[in-house]
């Protein structure tokens, strides 16, 4: 029931931020119509710990900065690269194990990589992530395990 509740607060949130309407039968027709959404999603069981994660609020909170600065570190390193020719690319493919005990959070981890310049996802089977990497310094980079550890704390894994 708190995630229903949850999204239904988030969704007025929203409505009310894009809509820009503050006249009080307008905004009591946005609240109604956010609570029934919310009310069909719990019905069709789409609102769950994964779908509408509350749990990781504050976590995600900590985690978030530290995942914008390794985001602007490695734009950085790879606007590098592309202007200057005489900086070698590497491309690899490496496999980074996820030590994340839920789908969400290794889902959370791969997003984390794909996010971040210079290396994608490409594949999540079981424990092991597959990563394409543009150089071995990003590749090496993932493997010391410092997003997984982070990811780890954000999940509650840690």
């Known amino acids: 029931m708190a995630h229903a509740v949850s999204l239904s607060v988030a969704l007025f949130a929203l409505w009310l931020l894009l809509s820009g309407h503050y ?12 609570v029934f959404v919310a009310l069909i999603a719990r019905r069709m069981d ?4 994964e779908g509408h994660p509350i749990h990781l609020t ?8 530290w995942l914008a600065w390794e985001i602007v570190k ?20 490496i496999k980074v194990e996820a030590s994340q005990a839920e789908d ?3 889902v959370i981890y791969a997003n984390s990589i794909t996010l971040t310049p210079g290396t994608v996802s490409i594949d ?3 424990g092991t992530i597959e990563v394409h990497a543009l150089t071995r310094s990003l590749a090496e980079g993932l493997e010391t395990g410092e997003m997984d550890r ?4 954000m999940a509650g894994d840690a």
């Open 23 to 34: 006249e009080p039968l307008i905004i009591g027709l946005g609240a109604a119509s956010c």
């Open 46 to 49: 789409v609102v769950d710990r």
């Open 58 to 65: 504050w976590r995600a909170l900590m985690y978030w900065p």
């Open 74 to 93: 490695s734009n950085i390193d790879v606007a590098r690269i592309v202007l200057d020719p005489a900086l070698p690319i590497s491309p690899r493919v």
């Open 104 to 106: 969400l959070g290794r």
């Open 124 to 126: 999540v089977r079981g």
């Open 150 to 153: 982070r990811v780890s704390g």
